[in-house]
């Protein structure tokens, strides 16, 4: 992962007080969003006053980010006699399919049962990236047909799975601006098709972000929670990228935890979302 946005505060202010227009400008470009920007300084001024020194702020931001962060969350566990079953969505672009992918290989390294769905039918791509994919990992692949009924096959992969006794299916879907209409109502009929196997699933609609997009990947998120709603969040391209605030803003501003993190090419630069860790790595 990069450096943390917070360790460039000494650098920036060594040898003089602290700038808070400055310091506002850096919190923003770190992508907390305006809210937590705004909450957060009201608390640094508050306990440090405007003589504050870069390594108190420093500090006192550092923990008061680390609390904004979500909790550790459980991780995601079988549901008994049937599959867990769990949507990924996201624009084009963001990492879907990769990300679906490696969390397959990371439940796989983890012994559990897996199925994946190709059920980007638009992007012929796509269904091929996923079957490679599927090769790779010994993880069994339900397609249909290129430009066929993304529903049919998300419906056709659960009873696969059922079938199977697999204890997790991944449902992939095409990439869509959130600003298109009919292909955010394609999601929800795939949400509806998928709960008439089971009134529960899917278990988890989990957003792809891509971390270097900033305010645009808090407004993807804002818009996919209203379409089809949104249980946890993958945000990927963290490598290279200073821009960890994303994590505090997405669960503040939408109440949206980040599940997993992306960090790399490689099939094991992805893991389950450790606020104390992403804290120290990232802030």
Same mark, same amino acid.
């Given at each position: 992962?990069?450096?943390?946005? =917070?360790r460039s505060?000494?650098?920036r202010?060594?040898?003089?007080?602290v &700038?808070?227009?400055?310091?506002e400008?850096?919190f923003?470009?770190?992508d907390?969003g305006v809210k937590?920007?705004?909450?957060?300084l009201? !608390?640094?001024?508050?306990?440090s006053?405007?003589?504050a020194?870069a390594a108190?702020?420093?500090?006192?931001?550092?923990?008061?980010?680390?609390?904004?962060?979500?909790?550790?969350?459980p991780?995601?566990?079988p549901?008994?006699?049937?599959p867990r079953v769990?949507?990924i969505v996201?624009v084009?672009?963001t990492?879907?399919?990769?990300?679906?992918a490696k969390?397959a290989?990371?439940l796989?390294?983890e012994e559990?049962?897996?199925?994946?769905?190709?059920?980007?039918?638009?992007? *012929?791509?796509?269904?091929?990236?996923?079957v490679?994919?599927?090769e790779k990992l010994?993880?069994?692949?339900?397609r249909g047909?290129?430009q066929?009924?993304?529903?049919?096959?998300?419906?056709d992969?659960?009873d696969?799975?059922?079938r199977?006794g *697999?204890?997790? =299916?991944?449902?992939d879907t095409a990439g869509r601006l959130h600003t !298109?209409h009919?292909?955010m109502?394609? =999601?929800?009929k795939v !949400?509806?098709?998928?709960g008439r196997?089971?009134p529960?699933?899917?278990h988890e609609v =989990?957003?792809v972000? &891509?971390?270097t997009?900033?305010s645009n990947a808090?407004?993807q998120?804002r818009?996919?929670r209203?379409?089809?709603?949104?249980?946890?969040?993958?945000l990927? !391209?963290?490598?290279?990228?200073?821009?960890?605030?994303m994590?505090?803003?997405?669960?503040?501003?939408l109440?949206v935890?980040?599940?997993?993190i992306?960090?790399g090419?490689?099939e094991?630069?992805?893991a389950r979302f &450790?606020?104390?860790?992403?804290?120290a790595?990232?802030?």
């Open positions: 992962m990069a450096a943390g946005f =917070l505060i000494a650098d202010f060594r040898g003089r007080p &700038d808070w227009d400055e310091l400008a850096m923003l470009q770190a907390l937590t920007t705004a909450s957060l009201a !608390k640094l001024q508050a306990v006053g405007f003589s020194t108190q702020v420093e500090r006192e931001a550092r923990e008061e980010l680390t609390k904004l962060l979500p909790p550790p969350l991780p995601l566990l549901v008994p006699g049937r769990l949507l996201g084009n672009g990492g879907k399919t990769t990300s679906l969390l290989a990371l796989k390294r559990r049962s897996v199925m994946m769905a190709a059920g980007d039918t638009f992007r *012929a791509a796509a269904i091929e990236q996923l490679v994919w599927g010994g993880v069994p692949v339900i047909a290129y066929g009924d993304p529903a049919a096959v998300c419906h992969a659960y696969a799975a059922a199977a *697999a204890e997790f =299916l991944l449902c !298109k009919n292909l109502q394609e =999601l929800s !949400k509806r098709v998928l196997r089971d529960e699933s899917p =989990l957003i972000l &891509d971390a997009t900033g808090l407004e998120a818009q996919f209203e379409a089809c709603g949104l249980t946890g969040a993958i990927t !391209k963290l490598d290279g990228s200073g821009r960890g605030g994590a505090v803003a997405l669960q503040q501003e109440g935890p980040v599940r997993f992306g960090t090419e490689g094991r630069d992805f &450790d606020p104390q860790a992403f804290a790595e990232m802030f």
